[in-house]
């Protein structure tokens, strides 16, 4: 079965850029979706089709596909951003989810 | 204003059956893919099943395959999750979510989910 792997962990200063990655196999040959989850909440997308952001997300947030690896990354990082971050994909109809990042900002 | 609805969670004896519902408002179920997925205590995502908009087909995780089923009642716009032979591992949150217009478009509203805890 498909595979996405991100890692469990990342830190960044208030102002930075963050960068959350997700590898899977001809990962480019499929659009990636990430989802944005705070503590007790549920999820929400904030990129589809590997860079696209759904409407009331904001600009900061942008993605890209290339090879193996999709990345999520986050412009001038503001605390609001502290949460953990899921990449998704389709595969074969079945869904799968990456194992989630847990992004901090400190 | 779209939203889901998910109910019927709860307390259950492994080896025992539930059945979920995700009521779905200011859209049509009929019209876009339904999936559920749930999160297990302090874990990550897990999708479980989901129900095609246009055909009806319906898609299983290997781990729930045999045991859960998927289906819905359009008249109602709701969709179901009938668990059967529940086990401790089933033990999560489980979400509604519906696809954006094609699969490559996300999951673009989430309910806030209903807890079913496998214990005896």
Do not use: H
Request: with cysteine.
């Amino acid at each position: 079965s498909y595979e996405l792997t991100q890692p469990p962990s990342v830190s960044v200063p208030p102002g930075q850029t963050a960068s959350i990655t997700c590898s899977g196999d001809k990962l480019r040959r499929k659009y990636v979706s990430w989802y944005q989850q705070k503590p007790g909440q549920s999820p929400e997308l904030v990129i589809y089709q590997d860079a696209k952001r759904p409407s009331g997300i904001p600009e900061r947030f942008s993605g890209s596909n290339s090879g193996s690896t999709a990345t999520l990354t986050i412009s001038g990082t503001q605390t609001v951003d502290e949460a953990d971050y899921y990449c998704q994909v389709w595969d074969n109809n079945n869904v799968v989810f990456g194992g989630g990042t847990k992004l901090t900002v400190l | 204003e779209v939203q889901v609805v998910e109910s019927g969670g709860g307390l259950v004896q492994p080896g025992g059956s539930l059945r979920l519902s995700c009521t779905g408002s200011g859209f049509s179920l009929n019209d876009y893919t339904m999936s559920w997925v749930r999160q297990a205590p302090g874990k990550g995502l897990e999708w479980v099943a989901a129900l095609g908009g246009v055909g009806g087909s319906t898609y299983y995780a290997d781990s729930v395959k045999g045991r859960l089923t998927v289906s819905s009642d359009n008249s109602k716009n709701t969709l179901y999750l009938q668990m059967n032979s529940l086990r401790v591992e089933d033990t999560a949150l489980y979400y509604c979510a519906k696809q954006g217009s094609y699969d490559s478009f996300g999951f673009d509203y989430w309910g806030q989910g209903t807890l079913v805890t496998v214990s005896s």
